[in-house]
């Protein structure tokens, strides 16, 4: 108990001056007096400690671990060698791990339990790339607050996410974790998330610190192959990639974590430009830097490092301020101290930020405070919480395209053959990043669509999608697609021939996106493709609903198939949400954050691409063009229709100088001009015509939800500032420069209504 008395009279002492102040405006000031005292009587090995985190080894169940590494671990743990684990899980084991950092350590430091909360803890809502198909950011930001809900009532108080990596790639795996393209709408979503999971105080015992992943540049990795080495200019970094940090750091998030990837041939973990200059320099941040997963070992393979003290140094010196299971600061840090090759400042000052973090969360106040058996047991997959993912999922759907107005589905007297193995799989719409949650737990849309009792639903499989024991991938294992058994396709056709409508749920394995899960080839997986091609030959009327974790090459479906609604990977309700769109209970609004390219040979393929020297089009080959297939994407960014119409007219402007200090306004009309209640997401692009260094084509600027009835009208208008046009210049400094700018409005990214303004400067 010596050691709950230092800690004890640490906070007393300190909590005596907060009595006398503004508790607001000083809590900054007393958890900086807390940590220096803390700071002041620790040992160096205590010190190194705090910047070690391991992954889980501890069996609740069980004896303490007696074995190998989890014995190794163990005792590190008990002699106050570590200050943060991952992958540990619920109030049981938390607890078990939380009383011998407290009780049975020289100081008492409380362990801050991190895990990958990245849609959802056991109630999954969509993969993240689906939400930020919503648009919709109070919807994304209470996403985040559900998910930040049910970790903490589990144990958990950081969460890995959000990653904001932006990219252009459909290839690489991991875009099902970020936003998409965009830096715009990625930045704005960034921090709905960090606000989502963050709350207004994180010491509050539901909300969890964020993580702003992964610093910086890692969605570049060349070819879309994970891990990859990343080569992007400066101009791209601070345009396009660093945004959404910077966004995140503005609302309040409390760590960064590096990444595996190098920048400008220097790996990301041991960049001091990133960290040191930038990040806690430039942008002043003072919470701390979790490494990525071995990334400071990584060093070594990289060729940057020459072995694992040299790992240590560098990464030290760069900021990287807690070692995720690398396993080399609890090994290295001590002997460069002695060898002189590291400052005690430095490590002074990681152990600093990481104890503030863990003062903010309250966790020394209560080292238990997350750790209520009952509150789990209340909170995890209470109905509200489903209710709540329900709503996201609806509202991440995107209508791709609808012939014939062929959805919605009447409700009654008709003839539906439901197929594809997705359509009853309750295990792939859960997507990736789900490892606290349970396997096969989704509703699927089978389970969803029988909620309309009234028509005929006849359910034929058709193929699987892959060939796994039990059709579960584990999270490190290869997905097994199923490429050659079409042994259900005569069934299915069947099935299809006396429909009235088809509806196939065709597209990815859970596990085909996400980390280690590229793709050379995005078409629709195995043999499904050809399944989707033999029932349109015995029945047109399909509507092809789609599952996935990144764009898609569809040119097929889109040519043939009259209606394809995208539909991720939803979630835990995944099933419930397509049949409510499916039959019109909720009309379709979501957009796409990521453009869908005609063929993997366009990628990487963005709205906000540069015009070039020879934007063409011309009657010869001379220009910036494929001679095999066209440059625009099948599907652009931001696009997506909805059950009913939407005319947009009468864009105005109300000055056609702006000048610093001052806004202008831009209108335009908005009509219903279909039968149904609907949503749309009106979308204001800009673009800079001229400047010190290239700028694109046009960029999203600004966006706003729009609910109408039928017939229904609505001006909507967006304020324009000197701020909202400033760019990393060849200044190499944000601002504006004076000029003529286009604005385009629209439905997606080929907005075509058109003004313009001059910047006057
Ligand atoms: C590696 C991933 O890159 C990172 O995003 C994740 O948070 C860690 N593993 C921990 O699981």
Redesign the pocket.
């Known amino acids: 108990m010596k050691k709950y008395c230092i800690i004890f009279l640490i906070i007393l002492t300190l909590n005596g001056c907060q009595t006398n102040t503004n508790i607001s405006n000083n809590r900054t000031d007393i958890i900086n007096k807390k940590v220096d005292s803390l700071l002041g009587i620790m040992t160096l090995d205590e010190k190194i400690g705090q910047m070690n985190q391991y992954n889980g080894f501890w069996d609740v169940t069980g004896p303490a671990p007696k074995n190998g590494d989890a014995k190794f671990k163990f005792n590190n743990l008990k002699k106050g060698l570590v200050g943060s684990m991952?992958?540990v899980r619920g109030v049981e084991e938390i607890t078990a791990l939380q009383k011998i950092a407290v009780e049975e350590t020289r100081l008492g430091i409380p362990l801050i339990i991190?895990?990958?909360v990245?849609h959802g803890y056991k109630t999954l809502s969509p993969i993240p790339l689906a939400e930020a198909a919503s648009w919709d950011l109070k919807e994304i930001e209470n996403s985040a607050r559900i998910a930040a809900l049910e970790a903490s009532a589990a144990g958990t108080n950081w969460t890995?996410?959000p990653?904001v990596d932006i990219s252009r790639d459909a290839r690489w795996g991991?875009v099902m974790?970020g936003a998409g393209e965009d830096p715009f709408l990625g930045s704005l979503i960034a921090a709905a998330r960090v606000r989502g999971f963050q709350g207004d105080d994180l010491s509050k015992n539901h909300t969890i610190a964020a993580?702003a992943?992964?610093f910086a540049g890692?969605g570049f990795s060349e070819s879309g192959r994970d891990y990859n080495t990343v080569d992007v200019s400066k101009n791209t970094l601070y345009n396009v990639i660093l945004p959404p940090f910077k966004a995140t750091l503005d609302a309040g998030v409390r760590t960064f974590?590096n990444?595996?990837n190098e920048l400008d041939g220097i790996p990301v973990t041991g960049s001091s430009f990133l960290q040191r200059d930038l990040l806690k320099g430039e942008w002043e941040f003072d919470g701390f830097v979790i490494s990525?997963?071995g990334?400071i070992r990584e060093m070594i393979p990289h060729g940057f490092a020459r072995d694992g003290s040299h790992a240590t140094e560098l990464a030290i010196k760069a900021g990287s301020d807690m070692d995720?299971?690398s396993h080399l600061y609890i090994k290295k840090i001590k002997e460069l101290i002695e060898a002189k090759k590291l400052d005690i400042e430095l490590v002074d000052d990681a152990v600093s930020r990481i104890l503030r973090v863990k003062f903010e969360l309250g966790l020394f106040d209560d080292p238990y405070r997350y750790l209520d058996a009952e509150r789990e047991k209340e909170v995890i997959n209470h109905p509200d919480n489903h209710k709540a993912v329900l709503e996201m999922a609806k509202k991440s759907i995107v209508l791709l395209k609808n012939e014939n107005q062929l959805l919605p589905l009447n409700k009654s007297d008709q003839r539906i053959a439901l197929i594809g193995a997705l359509a009853n799989d309750n295990n792939s719409p859960l997507g990736n990043w789900r490892?606290n949650s349970d396997n096969k737990t989704a509703v699927t849309v089978l389970e969803g669509m029988k909620a309309y009792p009234d028509n005929k639903l006849i359910y034929s499989k058709g193929a699987d999608v892959n060939l796994n024991d039990d059709g579960v991938v584990k999270f490190h294992e290869k997905v097994k697609i199923n490429d050659s058994d079409k042994s259900g396709f005569n069934a299915a056709k069947n099935a299809a021939k006396n429909a009235d409508v088809v509806v196939m749920v065709l597209g990815e394995d859970g596990f085909q996106s996400g980390?280690g899960r590229s793709r050379t080839d995005i078409g629709i997986p195995g043999v499904q493709q050809e399944l989707l091609e033999e029932v349109y030959k015995v029945n047109k009327n399909i509507v092809l609903v789609l599952m996935n974790g990144r764009p898609l090459n569809i040119n097929w479906a889109d040519k043939n198939i009259p209606s394809i609604v995208e539909a991720w990977q939803l979630g835990t309700q995944t099933g419930n949400a397509v049949a409510q769109v499916l039959y019109g209970d909720y009309n379709p609004s979501g957009k796409l954050p990521m453009s869908f390219p005609r063929g993997v040979g366009q990628i990487p393929i963005y709205y906000n691409y540069k015009n070039t020297g020879r934007p063409g089009p011309s009657n010869t080959v001379f220009w910036s063009q494929y001679n095999d297939q066209l440059n625009t994407p099948l599907y652009p960014f931001g696009y997506g229709l909805s059950y009913t119409s939407f005319e947009y007219s009468n864009l105005k402007i109300d000055n056609k100088n702006l000048t610093v200090g001052n806004s202008i306004n831009v209108s335009v009309d908005l009509k219903n001009t279909g039968n149904y209640t609907g949503k749309e997401v009106v979308q204001l692009y800009i673009k800079d015509r001229f400047a010190s260094v290239t700028r694109p084509v046009r960029e999203l600027k600004g966006f706003e939800m729009i609910s109408l009835n039928p017939g229904e009208i609505k001006t909507v208008n967006f304020e324009i500032s000197e701020t909202l046009l400033q760019f990393y210049s060849a200044n190499e400094i944000w601002e504006s420069e004076s000029g003529f700018f286009d604005i385009f409005i629209g439905t997606n990214s080929n907005a075509d209504l058109q003004e313009s303004f001059e910047l006057i400067k």
């Open positions: 991952l992958n991190g895990n990958d990245i890995f996410a990653m991991r974790e993580t992943k992964h890692y974590m990444g595996f990525d997963w990334s995720m299971e490892t980390e």
